[in-house]
Every structure is written in structure tokens, then in C-alpha cells.
């Protein structure tokens, strides 16, 4: 039988419900420095897609419709590359919600943005950064010749800056992916791993580590279908299935919306264009203003076991 992207509804899940909504995930743009194997949204330098300014606005007035939104998790493609990331961050910051920048640490290396790394402390934004291995050849093989060495120099430059230190209040947190269809191994172990390799050999240091298995969609997705593997993957994924992985999907708790401000139960359904809910056509931020977010229904579909299998994947997001 031909690989083909998962678009049916997975079996194993239950009706889900969103609990209400803590966090609005927004994804600005689909620009970025890298061209990463992993990635689910297809970002790279050729990419043009950008948040407009009434898009942006909108996530402001979600942010005052909804005071139980306490947390504006920005991404991309590398959000730092839409040109008006910091005056999004401020706006936010003065409305006292936290703000995580889904940063893939290169970009603090590419001229112009040299200030960057202290505009986000600054602000005390907190970062998810995307390492997906201590290994130089890995994390060259997975994001591009020199990735790793950008990658070193920008958590040394956090570091200096109090990132990942006791005390400082401004959070580090680094994210695994497997290099290929496999699944990510324990996440205490590793982190631990991470934590020892980072400190000898590079005096970094960080809060926590997130381990996130591949989605098989878009750019990885394809690969899978192009060397043959999707279908074994996806029987990996189902194999792996755990139900106690449900009650702390983001999805329960997230809205996740795209550049053009249309809404989506989660950033991986709205790379597969599957909209919120019930909805048969897209959903966008103004029809969200007034509306009610506990209770609403989840759509589910094959790639959701990426979430659910083994330990699930705890940073609960995507990543650029």
C-alpha cells in the first residue's frame, strides 16, 4: 500500500474537550534561517509568509477578551525574523502575560540581530530552544553544516546574560528530537545527559529539557513517504500509544494560530489545515473574541499519535 500523510481519524483517542485556554500559540512567520529535516512547518530562508499587523492586533485583543490567557507563545519559522517581534513581546509583557520565544538559537548569530539575546532578557521572555542532540555531527546532520557551533555560541551567549542560571528567573529550556522514525528516549535520562555533556565540555547550563518525537507531516512527513518508511513509522507511533499522555495534551489548553490569524486546535493541525473543532471552514481570531473556550471540542487525526506515543511529548508545542 502507497505512504500517504495521515489524514483520517485516529481510533484510539476519546472525544476530547478543550479545558479552557492558558495559552495562545501564534505562529508569525513561516521565514527562517534554517531548513531544518525535522521540520513541521516547512520554515526555510526562501519562505515569505509573515502575521499582518491586523493579525497581530487580534492577538492582542484575545489577550484582554480572555484574562485566563496567561501565557503568548510565539513561533515560526524564527519569530525574530517578522519585523515586528519585540513590539509584539512589549505589548504583551505590559499586560503582564508571559512570553516564550521558540527560538532555534542560530539566529542570535546572523548580523542584525546581535542585540536579540538581550532584548529577550530584557523583557524576561522564556525561551524553548531546539537542540536535538549534544553531538556536533547530529545536530549538523538534522539542521545544516555549522548549525551546531551557532547553536553552542548562542546558549553561551544566553548564559552570560542569566539564562538557565538559579535565581535569575529567566528560563532556558532546550528541546530533543530523535534524528530520525524512531521514538525519543526517557526524558530524565537524558536531560541529565544533556546537563553533563553541555557543562564539560561547553559551560552551558539550562532548566529543563523537553523530548519531542517527530511529527510525519509536511518536510519530515514527506522524507518518511520518499525513503519508503511513513507507514512503519506511523505503526511505531500506534504501537507506543498511551492513554495516560491525554489528560496533558496541549491541545486541552492551547490555541494555536497561523499568519494569516486563522485558529486551530494545535500548531500540527494547522499544518494539515484541519480547523478547530467542529468547524468545516477555517476559524479566525475575531470569532474567538467573544466566545467561550471551555468545552469545545478537539479535532483528532492519525498524527496525533506523535503526541501520545511512549512518554508522549512533553513540551507539549511546536518548535521551530
Not at 285 to 314: E, M
Request: glycine share 8%.
Amino acid at each position: 500500500m502507497k505512504d500517504t500523510l495521515p489524514l483520517l481519524i485516529a481510533t484510539d483517542f476519546r472525544p476530547l474537550q478543550r479545558e479552557g485556554v492558558g495559552v495562545l500559540q501564534a505562529n508569525i512567520t513561516l521565514k527562517c534561517n534554517q531548513s531544518c529535516f525535522h521540520c513541521h512547518v516547512a520554515s526555510s530562508p526562501k519562505r515569505t509568509e509573515m502575521m499582518s499587523d491586523e493579525a497581530l492586533e487580534l492577538l492582542l485583543q484575545m489577550l484582554d477578551q480572555h484574562p485566563e490567557i496567561h501565557t503568548l507563545d510565539i513561533t515560526g519559522g524564527a519569530p525574530e525574523l517578522h519585523p515586528r517581534f519585540q513590539w509584539l513581546v512589549r505589548q504583551a509583557r505590559q499586560r503582564g502575560v508571559t512570553v516564550i520565544d521558540r527560538c532555534n538559537l542560530t539566529i542570535l548569530s546572523e548580523p542584525g540581530f546581535e542585540k536579540m539575546a538581550a532584548f529577550l532578557a530584557e523583557q524576561q521572555v522564556d525561551i524553548v530552544a531546539s537542540l536535538p542532540c549534544y553531538s556536533a555531527d547530529n545536530v549538523n546532520a538534522q539542521r545544516g553544516d555549522g548549525v551546531f557551533d551557532a547553536s553552542i555560541a548562542g546558549l553561551q551567549q544566553l548564559n552570560a546574560l542569566g539564562y538557565g542560571k538559579e535565581g535569575t528567573g529567566l528560563t532556558l529550556n532546550l528541546v530533543y528530537n530523535p534524528l530520525g522514525p524512531a521514538l525519543p528516549p526517557a526524558q530524565v535520562e537524558l536531560e541529565a545527559a544533556y546537563k553533563r555533556e553541555l557543562k564539560v565540555h561547553f559551560g552551558i547550563a539550562f532548566n529543563q529539557l523537553f523530548t519531542l518525537a517527530n511529527m510525519p507531516i509536511q518536510r519530515f512527513g514527506s522524507t518518511l513517504i520518499s525513503k519508503g518508511q511513513f507507514s512503519s513509522y506511523m505503526q511505531l507511533l500506534k504501537d507506543n500509544f498511551n492513554a495516560a499522555t491525554l489528560p496533558d495534551l496541549m491541545c486541552r489548553n492551547t490555541l494555536s494560530v497561523d499568519y494569516l490569524g486563522q485558529v486551530y486546535d494545535c500548531d500540527f493541525n494547522q499544518q494539515l489545515k484541519l480547523h478547530a473543532g467542529s468547524a468545516v471552514e477555517p476559524l479566525h481570531l475575531r470569532d474567538y473574541l467573544d466566545l467561550d473556550l471551555k468545552g469545545l471540542p478537539i479535532k483528532v487525526a492519525d498524527h496525533c499519535y506523535g503526541c501520545t506515543a511512549g512518554q508522549g511529548s512533553s513540551c507539549g508545542g511546536a518548535l521551530s
